[in-house]
């Protein structure tokens, strides 16, 4: 089993220079391989059957979550900006969880936004909780310190400085944030939490 | 909203014995209560309104996957015991997968019992990947660190100190993870990954 | 360059029994063990001229401080166990300082036992910074994060499940760290704060 | 005690400049108020005398390794460019002890820039570790992550995206670190050395 650099239907988009997002789709495609190299090099040293070969094989395998989560977090933040930004749909399932958990989805988007302000770098993941019917918005350090277990991911804003300092520097976080969203396709977001109700 | 501490219809044990399932449960209640203050305190922090606050919120909001996760993958692990140990089914859709990926059923269980030799303290845990149809087996370390973003649980085995301390010394690994094993309800297992092909 | 397994020479402890003891050097002899192993395996892996070694060099080379530490925290641990048990020096430099941070010695005392209270495994660890004239005590998970960078260390206090799981429960842990203070010998710590006054 | 924003006297850099070094010391300013601010909380909270307040303060210090080694990383780093660049001393106790593990001075540097190639953000750290006698380079992951227990720091070289960020695009790495070798003043390095030997 192989993973492939996905290529993202990207429009051109507000606030992102074409420079930024090629540098950053270069780091996604560093990912991938590395997704790719883990299990591959488990294989052969297990394959050479020397017990001593067994401690390189855990040390490999404890990175793997790192490049998994930057494979797969880069995959839900790039897919979020495919073919056009759309508003919030008013009468979706997920504007009524957001509501019911943030007062309405003006304060869902502001909640994002403050938790943005963590400091260090990682991401911004909000997540539906299907046993406790409820959205989590949480931020996770590099890409594997906090991802909360099991829980499907609806939304992910990237909060590394290589996210937006080919256009911003950090003390101008906020307007890579307003770029982030003036982006954002919706209609993805919704669908992802869609698909967390049929389970 | 609030989670609660859910009770485990566990039968009796082989090689765990009550006292170890006692503590065990006690450490649990912990985290669902840390689950539960961590929003509640940074509801109060927020009503207060001060500026100085949002760094004691990111801070708090920082830890929710610990306690979180901390919470949810005892939930995994003690289901996984309820009623009653079971067989792995030959025919399930997991043994197929598992055959797939790993050779056989056997080689399935004797992979987790490698992974299960990291050192240092966590969990193994197997995940379905929906979008790759695949099997992940990592091993996170605490209950945060290295889960995979996203993906579904299938199968978590404890691996911090207090899981066998009551009854194993951490020279005897080895006989807590037999136990593990013969105390397995597989249908739980089976239905979680029947639950990722239906989304 | 190799490091050996030191021996301890430890009295009879109060309130941790001979076996909780032994259990607890001989994971210390794991640390040592792959401390050496690491760069072994590096070195191994380099000579094979293999561009794609590097990554695994790299994975190996992360976990070193994990290791480091498992070694080097035991030691400080042990060591300050080792003759046998005094009190205070209530005219000791350490004494004086920890007036000056914390208002007296004891109150220092009731601050290593607040901060041994923190969730998670790890230690307490109580440093010198000499650039600043004063001391910092902190909790550190596993044995590698949030250790305080270039600081030496004047007091360990294990707070990992293995070092107490022998003879009390994790409910219990107050019992465990009353038993760590009525064996702790002061002179080793005054002495390691007094050696940073030197430099 | 306040720690203070420390003014680095430093010339003007090759390959390196005016806006990145002033964006960077920026953030460095951010760790300071940070590592004040820490401590501060926590006496506010101590003082509310309520036992509530203790997950806080407790969640609160289990950060403050990020902030003061982002602090006293910074620390390190910026001081390794006061005044100006020096060749190394081949004469040096540091040019002695180099060269016993690594071969020759130059082995050295190359050997740093390997580690600087390990994946993710971090630092490159070089210790001395005077009970053994010996040199460590690791990477840290983050500013907490992996630090060495109790050993004196060297030599920081920073790996954060937002080091280089303002000059350099990630795929540019090696020009940045061509930079920061061509910048440095081993003479801090060396007497930074000369100070573990005399404890």
Do not use: C
């Amino acid at each position: 089993m192989t993973y492939t650099t996905k290529t993202f239907n990207l429009p051109e988009l507000s606030g992102l220079s074409a420079k930024q997002i090629k540098v950053h789709l270069g780091l996604y495609a560093g990912y991938v391989k590395h997704v790719n190299l883990i299990p591959e090099k488990i294989a052969q040293l297990a394959k050479e059957n020397k017990l001593e070969n067994q401690y390189l094989i855990h040390e490999l395998r404890r990175r793997f979550g790192f490049e998994f989560n930057g494979m797969r977090m880069h995959e839900y933040y790039f897919e979020q900006f495919e073919n056009e930004a759309t508003e919030r749909n008013a009468n979706s399932a997920l504007e009524k969880a957001t509501t019911e958990k943030y007062g309405n989805g003006e304060n869902f988007i502001a909640h994002i936004r403050e938790v943005a302000g963590s400091r260090g770098i990682g991401w911004v993941v909000v997540y539906a909780d299907p046993r406790a019917n409820t959205i989590h918005t949480v931020f996770v350090n590099d890409h594997e310190v906090g991802q909360l277990a099991g829980l499907p991911v609806l939304l992910a804003l990237d909060m590394w400085e290589h996210a937006f300092m080919v256009d911003y520097v950090p003390s101008e976080k906020a307007s890579y944030i307003d770029a982030f969203f003036a982006n954002l396709n919706w209609q993805t977001i919704e669908a992802r939490f869609e698909n967390t109700l049929q389970s």
